[in-house]
Structure formats: structure tokens, C-alpha cells
């Protein structure tokens, strides 16, 4: 990978952790994604216009159906990572959200393309696990009552996590498509994609409008955190596409874990920090290993 993507992706790693510690502490549904959304499309509407000025009126169906496809998949990541978080920890979910999505994707390769993996992917897989083990609590599971609510927590914190990580999956590979093949810009991607999840997001707002405006006066400022900064960080991961590798740049976002696991462990208070730096570190290795072999 060139040290440009490299340095893009670090960057990007670093902003994802950051807008996710927000959204957590806004402990925010659907209506938080609607309200991150909308301010998505005002703040950004300066910078989509100018790029997509002369641009997106040349766009044929093809451009279009990539636009629908990845904001949907984007609005499903975002509503069960939020319903993540409110079920259980930061440190638990993310990890196993971003460590998920590239394991994910190795395995169907494995068993389904036929494609094969060398003794570093396999080290890679072990990490993956290991990494994972060590976020739910390590050694600690078996010494905790199996109706124990903290194991309990962990579980749905993993169950949420995975689950994300396969739509992280399905829209690293939809828009890295888009922006390798297709040479579609990474800023209009981003920023159209929005056009499509506002709609889809609007009838958890409307259903209650009272409960929203309540909701909204409490989370604004993090919905502004997180439409300001989290379209930098995934444009610059699809810049880094265009230069390197779709397989090297989507496991090598991973980085990100540390920073949420350093970062969030501090910010929120979370139990068991130690253990989980350890284990996201675990999965980071994979998901690398997993790219190189």
C-alpha cells in the first residue's frame, strides 16, 4: 500500500473513532441518524454542489443504482451500530463491528470464490478469534454465572457488532466498486448517499414528532460531531481506494479499533479497558494478516 493511503486511512481511523464515541454518547435510534443526516446535507451542500456541478448531471442508471445501493446498506450499518451501542459497550461493539467486516469477507472468498490463504492468513484468523475472545471478557467468561447481565451484555454487544460488520462489508464493496471501476467521485458518493438514507430515516422522526423535537434538543450536538467529521473520515478511506487495494485499505481501517478502544475506554468509563486494547490490537493483526495472505 503507498504511504499516502496509508497516511489517509490512519487519518480516517482516527475521525471514525471519534464520531463513533459521539454517537454513543448521544445513545441515540434511528431519529439520531435522521437528525445526522439532515445536518449532513446542510453542512456538506456547499462542497456537493461544487464537485457535483457539472458531474452528476452525466451520471446514467448505473451511477444512480450505486447511489441507492450504498445508501441503504449505509442507513442499516448506522441504525443497528446505534442500537449497538445503547445495548452495550463501545469497547464490546466497535471492535467487533470493524474487526468483523474484512473476516467476513475472507471466509466467503475461502469457501465460496475458491480463492486460497496462505499460513499468515490462517495466524490472521486466530487473532481475529483471539481478539474476540478477549473482548468478551477472556479468561473471566468461564468464571461468570451463565445468567450473569454483564455476559449477557457482552453477548448482545457482539451479536450487534457482528451483524454491523456485515453491512460494513456489503458497502466497502459497493462503493469501493464505485469509486475503482466506475471512477465515480468518493465526495458525491458520500454525499448523495445522503439523499437516500434521509428518506428512509424521516419516518422514525414523523411517527412522534414531540418525542423527536425532545430527543433533538438533547443530541444536536453530537449529530453535528457526526455530520461534520464522519464524511471526511469515509471520504478519505475511498480516496485511499482509488491508490491501493480494496483488500489492504478495508482491513487496514481497522486501526481505528485502537483509537475507539484508547479513546472511548477513557471517555465513557468502561470496565475490563486493558483487555479489550489487548483484543482489539488481536484483531487489528488479523484483519492486516488476513490482507496479506
Not at 80 to 102: C, E
Not at 109 to 125: D, K, M, N, W
Not at 157 to 171: E, H, N, P, R
Not at 235 to 256: D, F, G, K, N, T
Request: with cysteine.
Amino acid at each position: 500500500m503507498p504511504a499516502s493511503a496509508l497516511a489517509l486511512v490512519i487519518l480516517a481511523g482516527l475521525i471514525h473513532a471519534i464520531w463513533n464515541i459521539a454517537a454513543k454518547k448521544a445513545g441515540g435510534d434511528a431519529r439520531f441518524a435522521a437528525f445526522s443526516s439532515l445536518l449532513m446535507m446542510l453542512v456538506w451542500a456547499p462542497v456537493g454542489i461544487w464537485v457535483g456541478w457539472n458531474i452528476v448531471p452525466a451520471w446514467g442508471a448505473t451511477e444512480w443504482v450505486f447511489i441507492f445501493v450504498s445508501g441503504v446498506l449505509h442507513v442499516l450499518y448506522y441504525v443497528i451500530l446505534l442500537r449497538g451501542y445503547r445495548k452495550a459497550d463501545l469497547t464490546v461493539v466497535y471492535p467487533m463491528a470493524r474487526g468483523s467486516g474484512p473476516l467476513l469477507s475472507s471466509v466467503v472468498a475461502i469457501l465460496l470464490l475458491g480463492e486460497r490463504i496462505t499460513g499468515f492468513g490462517v495466524l490472521g484468523v486466530i487473532a481475529v478469534v483471539a481478539g474476540v475472545f478477549m473482548i468478551a471478557g477472556g479468561p473471566a467468561l468461564f468464571r461468570v454465572a451463565q445468567n450473569s447481565a454483564k455476559k449477557a451484555m457482552v453477548h448482545k454487544g457482539m451479536a450487534y457488532g457482528l451483524l454491523t460488520g456485515v453491512f460494513i462489508a456489503g458497502y466497502t464493496v459497493v462503493d469501493g466498486y464505485a469509486v475503482k471501476l466506475l471512477l465515480m467521485s468518493p465526495i458525491l458518493i458520500d454525499y448523495f448517499g445522503n439523499f437516500v438514507r434521509l428518506p428512509l430515516l424521516l419516518p422514525s422522526v414523523l411517527r412522534d414528532r414531540a418525542a423527536a423535537a425532545v430527543l433533538w434538543r438533547r443530541q444536536w450536538k453530537y449529530a453535528l460531531v457526526v455530520a461534520t467529521i464522519s464524511p471526511v473520515g469515509y471520504v478519505l478511506v475511498l480516496y485511499a481506494m482509488q491508490v491501493a487495494p480494496l483488500s489492504h485499505v478495508a482491513p487496514a481501517r481497522e486501526v481505528s479499533m485502537l483509537f475507539a478502544a484508547l479513546i472511548g475506554g477513557h471517555l465513557l468509563g468502561e470496565g475490563d479497558r486493558g483487555l479489550r486494547i489487548a483484543g482489539a490490537a488481536c484483531i487489528a493483526f488479523g484483519v492486516m494478516a488476513l490482507a496479506l495472505g
